[in-house]
């Protein structure tokens, strides 16, 4: 069974950091899209980064500057380093690995307050 398993998320104060981890089991990770998504209270989940196979990255315009994914392929991981954190990215934020199937991870909260 595929499994997608984040940590790293918690409290920060704004303008703070912090550094999510997803570990993927049981998929052919390198051969994968994959991404985080985050989804607030009362709000759709949204795209927050994303990183190809190739190692190509798309941001969403909110995070640009201040958040960076990246991936190891070696430890069937990917991350998303957070800087200078706001309230507004307070969320669940969730793991997706894409390809010919798409998974999801549990989810891991971020909040972001003094």
């Known amino acids: 069974q595929v499994r997608l398993v984040e940590s790293g998320g918690g409290l920060a104060q704004p303008g703070g950091s912090l550094r999510l981890s997803c570990a993927a089991s049981?998929?052919?990770?390198?051969?994968?899209?994959m991404a985080w998504y985050r989804q607030a209270p009362g709000k759709q989940r949204e795209l927050v980064a994303r990183i190809t196979s190739g190692h190509v990255t798309n941001y969403a315009d909110s995070v640009k500057g201040r958040f960076t994914i990246s991936r190891d392929n070696a430890k069937n991981t990917v991350y998303l380093q957070m800087n200078n954190l706001k309230p507004e990215d307070t969320a669940v934020y969730y793991c997706?690995?894409?390809?010919?199937?798409?998974?999801w991870g549990q989810g891991t909260q971020v909040t972001v307050s003094s």
């Open positions: 997706n690995a894409n390809s010919v199937n798409d998974y």
């Open positions: 049981r998929i052919s990770f390198s051969f994968y899209t």
